[in-house]
């Protein structure tokens, strides 16, 4: 009984730091949304040294522990393995308080799902360990050498290069329960949402999606108690999180982010929300990589006129993909004139419908222009006056990350970090462009847009080439490449331009040039998985 104990015991202790140094992995694993297959393709990703670090790790546990019980053999096996068990704790307390200098750039998030995950891959990595140690055990008494004993639990030290797949395990056990339990959580928010009598409307495009979200939330809030998804929330579970926020119960109006990575998302979002009106911003290459061409890219998303009750309206960049669809209505261009597009605001007049609405903006670029007259044409439609619409526009302030202006120590910052699209990357540039001091960009490229990766990355490239900026760091090496060959080709200055390996990297590099007046454009900080 106590030799059962002893093991159970081991396989505890060993489950905890095994657990404790596949943090980081754990987190990477949130970021790919919880799928395999993302995950290790970030894990056998080119530069990623993850894998490396545990291999070593695990080298080195073997041969410390293997020389230090080899060492002390003179004292018995059991004193032996007692002092084995020094460096195996001593190289994995060290590991961890090591990885904890290098956090991911996307803290995890302690959700339930990860909770439960975690608890899981403790109890898969216990299982194993205690099943290794009593073959092991086995093994050593079925041997009967000393000089075997002495080196019979070495393998143990040698588990951390499994951890990823048994990460990996534990993900596929919890999903089956998760599915089944998101499933019954949609399933009831869609019931919910049927019930309601709030006017339901969803934002569908490519890219612009939580700018255009956000600015209709505080158009529309002029005249209604309006409550919209939170943050970049655009999946069924998302949807469901904010239907059953408590602030929904009274709300006159629901808007909804619906995003799409691949075929179906927009049926089943459409199918869950059933809106009364949407708002269509464009199609553009991203997440091509799932869709496998523009063109299919187009035909999922334009699948929220099968399910809008009455009107969708699209930007006029949509006008020949979607001339033919019955419930589309367009906002043409002029609906903005006389524009001013400043380095820190933005004005113009707002005509709807032949009234016209001067309107200022701390909105930059001509996106957010764009963005607000797709949003003030529906506001328009649902019955607010132009006082109305003037007001909130006024009262609207940048997104997070999102061509975010701020200033620090001088320097202008242009924050547009998050998830980057080709579109939304040429409007960022021109806007760097619009500031009288030095101008610098700091981008790791475009991803997600497949077969057509290295193309946008060589046209962003050139865009930032014709720019004639004045530093130009890239970083990392995922596409950093096609970027750089598409900055020379367009005549680019090799002289001002940098490779950095990461963004820390990037902001040393920056340090040494930037002063007071400068702007600095930080475009796609990409997360941990990329």
């Known amino acids: 009984m106590s030799e059962l104990l002893e093991r159970i015991v081991a396989a505890v202790v060993i489950a905890v730091l095994f657990c404790a140094i596949s943090v980081k992995c754990l987190g990477a694993l949130q970021q790919s949304g919880y799928k395999n297959k993302t995950f290790l393709r970030w894990l056998s990703r080119e530069g990623n040294l993850t894998f490396n670090r545990l291999s070593v790790l695990a080298l080195c546990l073997a041969l410390s522990t293997a020389i230090v019980s080899l060492c002390f053999s003179f004292a018995g096996v059991k004193i032996a393995l007692v002092c084995s068990a020094v460096p195996f704790f001593l190289l994995l307390t060290m590991y961890i308080y090591a990885d904890g200098k290098h956090a991911l750039k996307v803290p995890l998030v302690l959700t339930g799902r990860v909770k439960r995950l975690f608890a899981a891959y403790f109890l898969v990595v216990a299982s194993v360990s205690f099943t290794l140690v009593s073959v092991l055990k086995f093994l050593m008494i079925v041997n009967g050498s000393e000089m075997y004993a002495l080196i019979a639990y070495v393998p143990v030290a040698v588990m951390p290069i499994l951890l990823p797949w048994l990460l990996c395990l534990a993900n596929a056990l919890t999903g089956v329960f998760e599915n089944a339990r998101n499933k019954r959580f949609v399933k009831r928010a869609g019931e919910k949402l049927a ?17 255009v979200k956000n600015i209709l939330s505080q158009i529309l809030s002029e005249k209604y108690a309006v409550v919209a998804s939170q943050q970049s929330f655009n999946t069924p579970m998302g949807v469901a999180k904010t239907v059953f926020d408590e602030k929904t119960d009274g709300a006159q109006v629901l808007i909804f982010e619906m995003g799409a990575r691949k075929k179906g998302d927009i049926a089943e979002l459409g199918e869950m929300v059933k809106p009364d009106y949407a708002l269509f911003t464009g199609v553009c290459p991203q997440h091509i990589q799932t869709f496998g061409s523009l063109e299919e890219v187009y035909a999922e998303k334009r699948r929220i006129f099968d399910y809008t009750k009455n009107s969708v309206l699209c930007s006029m960049a949509l006008k020949d993909r979607a001339k033919g669809e019955e419930k589309a209505v367009f906002v043409q261009d002029t609906s903005a004139q006389e524009v001013e597009y400043g380095a820190t605001e933005t004005k113009f007049t707002l005509d709807i419908s032949g009234e016209k609405i001067p309107v200022s903006t701390r909105l930059l670029g001509s996106a957010a222009v764009e963005n607000i007259c797709l949003c003030a044409a529906l506001a328009k439609v649902m019955g607010l006056t132009a006082t109305e619409i003037a007001n909130g526009i006024a009262k609207l302030q940048p997104v997070p990350h999102r061509l975010e202006l701020r200033e620090e120590n001088g320097v202008y910052i242009l924050d547009d970090g998050y998830n980057c699209n080709a579109v939304g990357a040429s409007a960022a540039i021109d806007a760097l462009q619009r500031f009288d001091g ?9 991803v997600e847009c497949g077969v057509l990766e290295e193309e946008i990355n060589r046209a962003l490239g050139e865009k930032i080439a014709r720019a004639n900026l004045d530093r130009v760091i890239l970083v990392g090496q995922t596409l950093v490449t096609a970027v750089k060959n598409g900055y020379i080709a367009a005549g680019g200055d090799e002289s001002k331009l940098f490779i950095e390996k990461t963004l820390d990297d990037a902001k040393v590099n920056l340090s040494d040039w930037v002063q007071a007046k400068d702007a600095v454009l930080f475009l796609n900080d990409l997360p941990d998985i990329y």
Do not use: D, E, L, M
């Not at 030095?438 to 475009?446: A, F, V």
């Open 438 to 446: 030095g101008k610098c960009i700091i981008t790791p490229g475009i």
């Open 195 to 211: 019930q309601s009598n709030a006017v339901k409307i969803g934002v569908v495009g490519s890219y612009g999606k939580t700018s």
